[in-house]
């Protein structure tokens, strides 16, 4: 089984609101999968978030990168609870390389 699939079946997987927003705009999106999605816990934002988000994006654009507002704020939530990100969005490398976070 893969990492996903792990976290799934062991209820350990957490999810950034950005990312519920993103996958709930599908329109063909299964009944059966919205509901499984809103069983998935959410991070909460921390004090001080939007500003640390919008000082992330910043520097990420200083340094010649072009981050996305929804990746920017799905990375910052992931560095304020101190957790990995499972992603296939290479995108999210400068915000490894950068700013420290983890990707699984």
Known sequence: MDLLGDCLSQRSLVMAPVVLAELLSDPLLPVQDEQDLLLIHLLELQPGFWRRAGKLRADL??????PKLAD?????TCLDHKVG???????????ATWAGLKLL
Do not use: E, K, V
Request: charged content about 30%; proline content about 0%; aromatic content about 14%.
């Open 72 to 76: 920017t704020l799905i990375a910052q």
């Open 85 to 95: 990100l499972l992603a296939r969005d290479r995108d999210f490398g400068a915000f």
């Open 61 to 66: 654009i200083r340094r010649g990168y072009r």
